[in-house]
Each structure stands twice: as C-alpha cells, then as structure tokens.
C-alpha cells in the first residue's frame, strides 16, 4: 500500500499573469504568517525542498526579495472507487423491472492539495500559482513524508519560470 501511495501521480495546474517579465525575478521569501494547514514538520519539509528546488535553478532566500511564496494546503479523503453491485430482477410475460445498488469497498485515499502563489508586492500582486493534488499517507515515517514533499515541490516548481 505504502509503495502505491508513494508512486501515485501528482497533478499540477499552473496559472500565470502573461503580462509579467519573469526574468527580473531573482530574490522571494516567504510570507510572515505563512498557514500553511500542514503539521510544522512538513511545512518545514516542504519549505527545505521549495529552497532546494528554488536555488537550483538560481532563486537565492533574501531578505529584500523580489517576490513573496505564500502556501495553501488541505486534506480531503476521496470517495472509493471500487463498489459491488447487487441487483434484483425479474421477467415473465412481458413484465421487467430491475434494481441495481453500489456498494463502496474500503475507504478512499487521503490527497493534500497544495496550492503555491508567488507574489510581487511592488504593485503586480499574484503572477504564478501552482495548484498541486497527490495522495499522502498521515501514517507515513518521517523519511516518506519528507520524499513525498519532495517529489511534489519538485512536480509544482519543474515548470517555473513559464516559458
């Protein structure tokens, strides 16, 4: 179970103010009162593999930043999606009818979305945000959480700057 949580898919929407040049952006920090709705460790987490990803591609933390990242998360449990069918039927002379009901199997998945925007507050406001969605287990070790987070900073940042 821990090896299909930990492979599923991460889905990641991108929006972007087309106006904006985003090559003057080299410095961002993080919003103060950051809520993040993840527990401090994986805010921490999440943060050190935003930093990773950032520098990477030559964003350096700064004190006077060029732009703010301010981040959004929340949980939900999916409805499940394997269910059993019990029907009910009958015929005779002419005469049908038939009742079909589904019964939901197990539980759904836990998924975290995470929603990421970059924001300029030199008067442009909001020009990127980054919607991810991915499974995650709440049960998971310390060392899943943490590879987790970094798969998923590294899906939602692979394609910052747009292009």
């Not at 990641?12 to 709705?37: H, L, P, Q």
């Not at 921490?44 to 350096?60: C, E, P, V, W, Y």
């Not at 039927?89 to 009818?97: K, L, P, S």
């Amino acid at each position: 179970m821990l090896v299909v949580v930990s492979c599923a898919p991460i889905r990641v929407s991108y929006d972007f103010d087309k106006t904006v040049n985003f090559s003057k952006y080299k410095t961002y920090n993080y919003f103060s009162d950051i809520e993040s709705g993840m527990s401090v460790l994986d805010t921490k987490r999440f943060l050190d593999a935003i930093d990773s990803n950032m520098k990477s591609k030559g964003f350096s933390l700064s004190e006077t930043p060029d732009f703010f990242i301010d981040i959004k998360s929340s949980a939900y449990q999916e409805a499940p999606r394997n269910t059993v069918g019990v029907g009910l039927g009958g015929t005779g002379r002419h005469v049908g009818g038939g009742i079909s009901i589904g019964l939901p199997i197990g539980q759904g998945n836990m998924s975290r979305r995470i929603i990421i925007d970059f924001v300029d507050k030199e008067g442009v406001g909001l020009f990127w945000q980054a919607v991810s969605e991915a499974n995650f287990n709440p049960n998971a070790s310390p060392e899943e959480r943490e590879n987790r987070l970094r798969a998923i900073a590294e899906k939602i940042l692979g394609s910052y700057p747009p292009k």
